[in-house]
């Protein structure tokens, strides 16, 4: 993407951190050979909390009404993040079985967190954290995780993808999404990792 001039921003879900901090989670799903590589590639890719899309502020889980953005929320983080990554980790809300009223901007709980508890100042936030099965424009708080699967691996969302052009958001279909050939490309060509076999 680089090569062909196109800007790419990897924002930071709940599930790099404990590959960026060094401590792996019970959901972390590569084997131990690879836990220090991904969490090195996720610094190398300059993985980001958020960023500002015009109106729109773009995070994994979103921002509620207990959580302001800071502003290294939208620089690539360093290995000096590490304290604050850890913080964002740990903070999750009552709604997923934590101590906090609301998730950090990792964490959030699209339903029981977010759409009732939005930040007064973001609200039109674009997020991706909590399943969903098609991307609704009807709201102003937008959820587009539709690349999820259950546990037998079958999809729960459509596949689409959302398009942001000059302020116009448009739901672009992506039918066969989920596919084995699909997965083993982008495992293989992008990231370089043997899942099968750890």
Same mark, same amino acid.
């Given at each position: 993407?680089?090569?062909?001039?196109?800007?790419?921003?990897?924002?930071?879900?709940?599930?790099?951190?404990?590959?960026?901090?060094?401590?792996?989670? &019970?959901?972390?799903?590569?084997?131990?050979? #690879?836990?220090?590589?991904?969490?090195?590639? *996720?610094?190398?890719?300059?993985?980001?909390?958020?960023?500002?899309?015009?109106?729109?502020?773009?995070?994994?889980?979103?921002? @509620?009404?207990? &959580?302001?953005?800071?502003?290294?929320?939208?620089?690539?983080?360093?290995?000096?993040?590490?304290?604050?990554?850890?913080?964002?980790?740990?903070?999750?809300?009552?709604? /997923?079985?934590?101590?906090?009223?609301?998730?950090?901007?990792?964490?959030?709980?699209? @339903?029981?967190? *977010?759409?009732? #508890? &939005?930040?007064?100042? +973001?609200?039109?936030?674009?997020?991706?954290?909590?399943?969903?099965?098609?991307?609704? *424009? /009807?709201?102003?708080?937008?959820?587009?995780?539709?690349?999820?699967?259950?546990?037998?691996? /079958?999809?729960?969302?459509?596949?689409?993808?959302?398009?942001?052009?000059?302020?116009?958001?448009?739901?672009?279909?992506?039918?066969?999404?989920?596919?084995?050939?699909? +997965?083993?490309?982008?495992?293989?060509? +992008?990231?370089?990792?043997?899942?099968?076999? #750890?």
């Amino acid at each position: 993407m680089q090569e062909q001039k196109i800007e790419v921003i990897f924002l930071l879900g709940n599930h790099d951190i404990p590959y960026m901090v060094g401590k792996p989670s &019970y959901y972390s799903l590569v084997g131990r050979k #690879n836990q220090e590589k991904v969490g090195e590639l *996720l610094f190398r890719l300059g993985t980001q909390v958020a960023f500002q899309l015009d109106d729109y502020l773009l995070s994994h889980a979103g921002y @509620t009404k207990d &959580y302001t953005p800071e502003g290294w929320h939208f620089e690539k983080t360093q290995f000096t993040s590490i304290p604050e990554l850890e913080l964002l980790e740990f903070q999750v809300g009552f709604s /997923r079985g934590g101590q906090m009223n609301t998730g950090s901007p990792v964490w959030a709980d699209f @339903t029981r967190d *977010l759409k009732k #508890n &939005y930040h007064p100042d +973001f609200p039109k936030q674009i997020v991706g954290h909590t399943p969903v099965r098609e991307i609704d *424009l /009807r709201d102003e708080v937008i959820d587009i995780d539709v690349f999820s699967l259950v546990s037998d691996y /079958r999809p729960i969302g459509d596949g689409a993808l959302l398009l942001y052009d000059e302020g116009e958001l448009t739901v672009l279909p992506f039918p066969n999404w989920c596919s084995i050939d699909t +997965f083993e490309k982008t495992v293989d060509r +992008f990231l370089g990792l043997d899942f099968g076999k #750890n």
